[in-house]
């Protein structure tokens, strides 16, 4: 399975929907941080692009020299309609500075020193250190689950309904695609009387780009049907 660690620089990397927090700032809102205004340096930091003009940037700024407290909250939600569509939350705290002349105009980076992480997802609630999270990689298919899933549900929900045969449940109404990752693909089953589980079919082993996806997904789809 992905560690804690592994998870939460995927979210990161992810399009899901993040916000900064500054615990204190008075009158400040949470300010969204769009997957493409933030990224991960080599040694862990977050680097966020910000309106030069922001709360953010301000608080930054007249901190002069010193850190200003942050916390990076990131909500995942399945790119699937399913009941229950919240996968996972993460919450990276740290200390907030300005990186002048790194951004286009009208626009700051700031750079956020991570003290430390808690991811709470479909695998369980972690911690997760700083330097865990400055080694970790995240998934090879952060970039592509989300089309990855929709396309298994709109084009081959009869094969994703053969992984009934493999749960052995009955009365099952509804089967979808929940979460795709190297190690294998998680499916949310929905009831004839609304109630749902979740199941996990890894794959024989981790793959790390579409080819080898396609052909392990082909395997899983030809095991259920037998």
């Known amino acids: 399975m992905p560690s804690a660690a592994e998870r939460t620089r995927t979210l990161v990397h992810s399009t899901c929907s993040a916000a900064l927090v500054i615990p204190g700032l008075a009158g400040a809102?949470?300010?969204?941080?769009?997957?493409?205004?933030?990224?991960?340096?080599?040694?862990?930091?977050?680097?966020?692009?910000?309106?030069?003009?922001?709360?953010?940037?301000?608080?930054?700024?007249?901190?002069?020299?010193?850190?200003?407290?942050?916390?990076?909250?990131?909500?995942?939600?399945?790119?699937?309609?399913?009941?229950?569509?919240?996968?996972?939350?993460?919450?990276?705290?740290?200390?907030?500075?300005?990186?002048?002349?790194?951004?286009?105009?009208?626009?700051?980076?700031?750079?956020?020193?991570?003290?430390?992480?808690?991811?709470?997802?479909?695998?369980?609630?972690?911690?997760?250190?700083?330097?865990?999270?400055?080694?970790?990689?995240?998934?090879?298919?952060?970039?592509?689950?989300s089309e990855l899933l929709q396309h298994l549900d709109s084009a081959h929900g009869r094969q994703v309904r053969t992984l009934c045969t493999v749960v052995e449940r009955e009365g099952v109404a509804r089967v979808t695609p929940l979460a795709l990752d190297r190690f294998g693909l998680r499916v949310r089953f929905t009831g004839v009387d609304g109630h749902t589980f979740d199941a996990r079919f890894d794959f024989p082993e981790p793959v790390g780009d579409l080819a080898a996806l396609r052909r392990a997904m082909r395997r899983l789809f030809a095991a259920a049907a037998r």
């Open 29 to 145: 809102r949470p300010e969204p941080v769009p997957a493409d205004v933030r990224g991960v340096g080599p040694d862990g930091d977050l680097f966020l692009v910000f309106p030069a003009d922001s709360p953010a940037v301000r608080a930054a700024t007249h901190a002069q020299d010193d850190d200003v407290p942050a916390v990076v909250e990131i909500t995942d939600v399945a790119p699937v309609s399913v009941p229950h569509r919240i996968r996972g939350r993460a919450w990276i705290s740290g200390w907030l500075t300005r990186v002048p002349g790194q951004a286009g105009p009208g626009r700051t980076m700031l750079r956020l020193e991570i003290g430390d992480a808690y991811v709470d997802d479909l695998w369980g609630a972690s911690a997760v250190e700083a330097e865990e999270f400055a080694l970790a990689e995240p998934d090879p298919f952060v970039r592509h689950e």
